[in-house]
């Protein structure tokens, strides 16, 4: 999937508008003004997400500067399904895809009325065979994050989903679902339409860890499209996973860093969307193919970059061209220079003046 030639740029909205549908809707024109292809967001019922005894992620106590549990914080993140609804009608109007992330099946099976172009399993899920079996089933291609997760960990995940893909009950156990997609690999059955986000959940993640070059371990081993969701606050990050293969980028943005919420720090502000979108685009014309060959252009300057051999000095016809007067210069005239050295010893037929090109055949 998405080996269009262009890149995929999803905004990462999250829950960067506070529960506020004004907020919400300022993001979708963000995201719209830095011209990215999607703006997601995320989808949850707090009460059937987490228990009222779940304490918050060391980030979010960071990022908030309070330790409410994570109940209490998203509860306040919660978007209505009439919000999902104009925010939906919002994004057609402005001609953005919209996207929005199920923490659970009650939430996925709500977003399954939208025409959204992926369904999206975040990091915490990958292991979710409760989630991944409903996701599998809606039909649509999707995008697995693997933040956290281990090589084993998207094992299962894939395998899990190509297993739901083609059974219609549950497996009954770990072993079914591996040995199905065994033989599914040896069919030649590929998930085609999955996309794995390579990604570090800590929030902002340090360059350090972002560990960019793990996408080609992730594509051989796998053998499906690669993506970074990136959660480092540079803007450099997504078009050097772009240079390095990936198809997709997923980044969380926010009007200003300076909100109150857990995942504002680590989001980019409107102007750094925008730089950032701006970076990926010239990254993918610089790319080019996997050839190399002189481009159009550089004939031109091919005639006057390269040295030709050219006399050093007054040379005499029936002189031998030697080291002492034979040399190489620019010219737009002559013989190349890779023929310095098959000239030495050779015979002038004529006269040359100095830094005159040379301009004849050689003796055999």
Same mark, same amino acid.
């Given at each position: 999937?998405?080996?269009?030639?262009?890149?995929?740029?999803?905004?990462?909205?999250?829950?960067?508008?506070?529960?506020?549908?004004?907020?919400?809707?300022?993001?979708?024109?963000?995201?719209?003004?830095?011209?990215?292809?999607?703006?997601?967001?995320?989808?949850?019922? &707090?009460?059937?997400?987490?228990?009222?005894?779940?304490?918050?992620?060391?980030?979010?106590?960071?990022?908030?500067?309070?330790? !409410?549990?994570?109940?209490?914080?998203?509860?306040?993140?919660?978007?209505? +399904?009439?919000?999902?609804?104009?925010?939906?009608?919002?994004? +057609?109007?402005?001609?953005? *895809?919209?996207?929005?992330?199920?923490?659970?099946?009650?939430?996925?099976?709500? $977003?399954?009325?939208?025409?959204?172009?992926?369904?999206? =399993?975040?990091?915490?899920?990958?292991?979710? *065979?409760?989630?991944?079996?409903?996701?599998?089933?809606?039909?649509?291609?999707?995008?697995?994050?693997?933040?956290?997760?281990?090589?084993?960990?998207?094992?299962?995940?894939?395998?899990?989903?190509?297993?739901?893909?083609?059974?219609?009950?549950?497996?009954?156990?770990?072993? %079914?679902?591996?040995?199905?997609?065994?033989?599914?690999?040896?069919?030649? %059955?590929?998930?085609?339409?999955?996309?794995?986000?390579?990604?570090?959940?800590?929030?902002?993640?340090?360059?350090?860890? &972002?560990?960019?070059?793990?996408?080609?371990? $992730?594509?051989?081993?796998? !053998?499906?499209?690669?993506?970074?969701?990136?959660?480092?606050?540079?803007?450099?990050?997504?078009?050097? &996973?772009?240079?390095?293969?990936?198809?997709? =980028?997923?980044?969380?943005?926010?009007?200003?860093?300076?909100?109150?919420?857990?995942?504002?720090?680590?989001?980019?502000?409107?102007?750094?969307?925008? !730089?950032?979108?701006?970076?990926?685009?010239?990254?993918?014309?610089?790319?080019?193919?996997?050839?190399?060959?002189?481009?159009?252009?550089?004939?031109?300057?091919?005639?006057?970059?390269?040295?030709?051999?050219?006399?050093?000095?007054?040379?005499?016809?029936?002189?031998?061209?030697?080291?002492?007067? $034979?040399?190489?210069?620019?010219?737009?005239?002559?013989?190349?220079?890779?023929?310095?050295?098959?000239? =030495?010893?050779?015979?002038?037929?004529?006269?040359?003046? &100095?830094?005159?090109?040379?301009?004849?055949?050689?003796?055999?």
């Amino acid at each position: 999937m998405m080996k269009t030639g262009k890149t995929y740029v999803i905004a990462e909205a999250g829950v960067n508008h506070n529960g506020d549908i004004a907020l919400a809707k300022q993001l979708i024109d963000v995201a719209v003004e830095a011209q990215a292809d999607a703006v997601k967001f995320q989808t949850f019922d &707090a009460s059937a997400l987490v228990t009222k005894a779940t304490p918050k992620a060391k980030y979010q106590v960071r990022n908030t500067g309070v330790d !409410d549990g994570q109940h209490a914080m998203l509860a306040k993140l919660e978007l209505s +399904k009439e919000a999902h609804l104009a925010l939906y009608e919002y994004c +057609k109007q402005k001609e953005i *895809a919209f996207m929005s992330t199920a923490f659970d099946v009650q939430s996925l099976a709500f $977003l399954s009325q939208f025409d959204m172009p992926f369904i999206k =399993i975040p990091s915490g899920e990958i292991r979710n *065979a409760l989630l991944l079996w409903h996701a599998a089933k809606v039909g649509k291609p999707m995008i697995i994050s693997s933040g956290m997760a281990t090589l084993g960990d998207i094992d299962f995940a894939l395998a899990f989903i190509q297993y739901s893909r083609g059974n219609a009950t549950p497996p009954s156990s770990e072993q %079914e679902i591996m040995h199905y997609r065994a033989t599914a690999l040896n069919a030649n %059955e590929k998930l085609s339409d999955v996309t794995l986000l390579h990604c570090t959940s800590e929030y902002p993640t340090p360059l350090y860890q &972002a560990n960019l070059k793990s996408m080609a371990q $992730l594509a051989t081993t796998f !053998d499906v499209s690669v993506g970074f969701s990136d959660h480092t606050l540079s803007v450099v990050t997504p078009s050097t &996973a772009v240079a390095l293969g990936a198809v997709c =980028i997923e980044k969380h943005f926010t009007l200003s860093r300076e909100m109150e919420g857990p995942d504002h720090l680590c989001s980019l502000e409107p102007k750094e969307l925008c !730089d950032m979108v701006s970076m990926i685009r010239e990254t993918e014309v610089s790319l080019g193919r996997t050839v190399k060959f002189p481009q159009p252009n550089e004939f031109e300057t091919k005639k006057i970059a390269r040295q030709r051999i050219v006399a050093k000095q007054e040379i005499s016809e029936g002189a031998l061209f030697t080291q002492e007067n $034979l040399t190489t210069a620019r010219s737009p005239i002559g013989i190349c220079a890779s023929e310095y050295w098959s000239f =030495i010893g050779q015979t002038a037929s004529r006269n040359y003046d &100095a830094m005159e090109p040379v301009c004849q055949f050689k003796s055999q």
